[in-house]
């Protein structure tokens, strides 16, 4: 990597690609990371994505990064950054390569990483049969018998979207259902079955999901699962945190229109700063991320001219 760049990009997926781009549209250089650990990985296509509508995440990532081609101001760097530090007029980043670079400007676009329910089988069918978003899967499984596992405030705000995906939906509740009393009567009127069974496995033959075993015994079929990942939601890297940057209560970064951080001079884009969590939103908020760091750095040279 060239000695002088002025942008550290931590993160090759949507966020961190749409915010280089952003920068090399305007020529300021920035360094790309990428520690190939992209979230939706175990997933087969992306979806609700104008022109790229169920195409694979890994081509979606390689077209983006020939898109990128074309801006020499733009590097990429395969591996891990183990630390940034933040200096009085700079950031010093510390990479996996042993290497130290110094930066104006730090975005953070690593994503989080989902922490799936403890319960055996979900881990092996995660972005198959089951799945966290239904704008990302729900119209491939609709009019399936569909089950949610979930719980709590977390989940009831999404039962009736998942209601108008077929007429055979089931909520796991995995123990005592923590529902208002009027969700219950809704959820009763809509056919949509609260069952609080503890689970004790999914079922499935080869990657084909046949249902939920409960303690008892009991078995439920099932075609496709929903599931809501354990929260606070957790960082693929806590670099933002040593940084200083502040939290929600839901764990993302708390960043102000322009994806600014509590920590001046570092911005945060994609799924670690805001519950709509998709490619298309990760890399709308990555390309304000890259102008935003575009315009302070453009307005920090133009006021130091002679």
């Not at 920035?30 to 979806?47: I, T, W």
């Not at 101001?73 to 980043?93: C, L, M, P, W, Y």
């Not at 239904?134 to 998942?162: D, Q, S, T």
Request: one cysteine or more; proline letters at 4%; a neutral charge.
């Amino acid at each position: 990597m060239n000695k002088t760049i002025e942008v550290l990009i931590i993160g090759g997926g949507p966020a961190g690609l749409s915010a280089a781009m952003s920068l090399g549209r305007i020529g300021r250089t920035a360094l790309v990371c990428d520690d190939a650990r992209p979230r939706n990985e175990a997933s087969e296509h992306l979806n609700n994505f104008p022109t790229q509508d169920g195409v694979h995440p890994a081509t979606w990532r390689k077209e983006a990064r020939q898109d990128l081609e074309k801006y020499s101001t733009i590097q990429f760097f395969s591996g891990s950054v183990i630390s940034v530090e933040k200096n009085s007029s700079h950031f010093r980043a510390r990479f996996s390569s042993g290497e130290v670079k110094d930066f104006r400007k730090v975005i953070l676009a690593y994503g989080i990483q989902d922490r799936l329910p403890p319960i055996p089988g979900i881990k092996e069918l995660w972005g198959k049969f089951v799945f966290h978003c239904p704008y990302c899967h729900g119209f491939e499984v609709r009019n399936k018998k569909l089950g949610i596992i979930g719980n709590g405030k977390v989940l009831a705000h999404g039962i009736p979207m998942f209601s108008t995906l077929s007429k055979d939906v089931a909520v796991f509740t995995n123990g005592p259902a923590d529902f208002s009393e009027d969700l219950k009567m809704l959820m009763k009127k809509n056919n949509i079955e609260i069952v609080e069974k503890r689970i004790e496995r999914l079922l499935f033959e080869g990657m084909n999901l046949r249902g939920i075993r409960f303690e008892d015994g009991s078995i439920n079929e099932r075609e496709a699962l929903f599931a809501t990942p354990l929260l606070p939601f957790q960082m693929k890297s806590d670099i933002g945190q040593n940084l200083g940057c502040e939290k929600n209560e839901m764990g993302l970064y708390q960043v102000n229109e322009m994806k600014q951080t509590s920590v001046p001079g570092v911005f945060a884009a994609g799924d670690n700063m805001t519950m709509m969590q998709s490619v298309l939103q990760a890399a709308a908020s990555g390309s304000m991320a890259g102008a935003a760091a575009v315009f302070e750095l453009v307005n920090e040279d133009f006021s130091r001219a002679n």
